[in-house]
């Protein structure tokens, strides 16, 4: 994974604890483009490596712009980069990567963000305004001082951005409500926590017509326990034939065997670790693969998912 040397250009406090970074090349070198829904690594000062989308408008070469809610109970990562980044600081980051990019084929949107996951939705935003497609946006948060980028979204009019803050409307949003419309055919961009993004998955499966994609940015807060078997990994390059045990992942297994490969969440959420899959059928345990290429079974994440069957033919 190529890492990128970056300086904090900019530091401004967003909403309650939320802060914008505006990153830059310290040599103002064109930084590697990205697309509307794209995020990148930021190796923090403190070791941890954590994912943040790109805010910014995606045909801005100069500039990457990420915004960090510090969490109420931190691993460590946002808690980093509240306290130690600062204007004049320099990091690397990771060249940026797209898992929850705009399907081809549609030029009408329904935006759904909660919280902090405006953030990917706020490039998706700015990327329709440069094609004129339309699109609305439903914006939750718990409260409009703990809602980032409200001047901005809100200067795009109700009839494009609806609020729901909890503590005004004094009840979480019901996504069962009839005020709550999608046109016909028009998909649903998701990001947010795991019960808004839940309610989005029932609304689309009760409208077929408004398919939904996701953006994860951490694991649902209940994960259905799966039990784990072990299975055989194949290495197509080397023909090497190793045994992945139930309590390892196949990258565990690869690393204890030298292998050095691209890794960065590693519970399935960013796609570094995505592997083609030569042969066999993969159990996809991860938040990063659609319906349609968990079908196809041609790449999986191989720090979470497992096989279905006895041997994965890998390209490693
Ligand atoms: S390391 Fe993030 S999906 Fe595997």
Redesign the pocket.
Known sequence: MRKIQVVIAERTREAKDIVRLVLRSPNTEVLPSFTAGAHIDLFLPNGLTRQYSLINDCAEADRYEVAVSKAAVSRGGSACVHDTLNVGGVIEVSEPRNNFSLQPGHDRFQFVAGGIGITPILSMIRYCESRSWRWRLLYLARSRECAAFCDELGAYGEDRVRFHFDDAAGRLFDFADPSFIVEPRVPIYCCGPAPVMNAVGEFSSRHPENPAYFEWFSPPAVVEPKAASGFEIKLNRSGTLLHVPENKSILEVLEEHGYELS???????????ETNVIDGVPDHR?Y?LSGNERAVGRTM?I??SRAKSAVLVLDI
Do not use: I, L, N
């Open positions: 890794c960065s969440c590693r519970e399935g959420m960013c796609g570094t670790c991860d990063v994440m720090c979470v």
